[in-house]
């Protein structure tokens, strides 16, 4: 059973300050329960931007009109 449940502001703020003092300290994440609500929040923040935009194909046309030759 999935937990629907949204985190809370100050969870995901103790996340980041853990994240930023492991990142200071020069090491690796190894609470494997921070490492999953983070890519839990980063998949819903990915789903939340598909679907208010769609496929945001932004990169391959820009370096097409950066080619010399192969503007379109």
Request: no cysteine; proline share 3%.
């Amino acid at each position: 059973m999935k937990n629907t449940e949204k985190p809370s502001a100050t969870t995901e703020q103790e996340d980041l300050a853990e994240l930023y003092r492991l990142y200071v300290e020069g090491r690796r994440v190894t609470d494997l329960d921070l490492v999953k609500r983070i890519r839990e929040r980063s998949e819903a923040a990915r789903r939340a931007v598909f679907e208010r935009n769609g496929v945001l194909d932004i990169a391959v046309p820009s370096i097409r009109s950066l080619r010399v030759g192969d503007e379109q």
